[in-house]
């Protein structure tokens, strides 16, 4: 099992709690026994969450999990990508696609939590949508 560092972006909480996903989210994760990509998405998919939902169906992006316009992205190799994650959002909820992010990454190696913390923070006038990350240990 994992530990989990939590930061709650823009009442990311309260939105995930009044769809009955705020601790479906931190048990699945809690329940990992890994900080790996295929085991954490497995997860959610043992959850009831759509894996590898498209964003648009103009490119090939798609969130790592997706239930209730809320959206999983994991994370694991770089700190880059997190900023790419962030557009790709802030266009998902601009189409009334997503209404929260759910962020996981790690507390130990790139891009790590802090650091994603720090860029929530920098792109605060952008991310108009809650944000949950979670670092795991």
Known sequence: MVKLEIFIYNGADQTLSERGLYQEVKNILRTT?????????????????ILEKRIFPEA????????????????????????RDFL???????????????????????????NVKR??????????FPILLIGLA
């Open 33 to 49: 026994k890994s900080v790996d990509h295929k085991v954490i998405q497995s997860n959610f998919y043992d959850s009831g969450w």
């Open 60 to 83: 090939s992006w798609a969130w790592d999990a997706y239930k209730d316009k809320t959206a999983v992205s994991i994370e694991l190799s770089l700190i880059d990508a997190v900023h």
């Open 88 to 114: 790709r959002a802030i266009l998902a909820n601009k189409r009334g696609e997503l209404d929260v992010l759910v962020y996981v990454t790690s507390t130990f190696k790139e891009p790590k939590f802090h």
């Open 119 to 128: 860029d929530i923070s920098i792109f605060g006038d952008l991310l108009v």
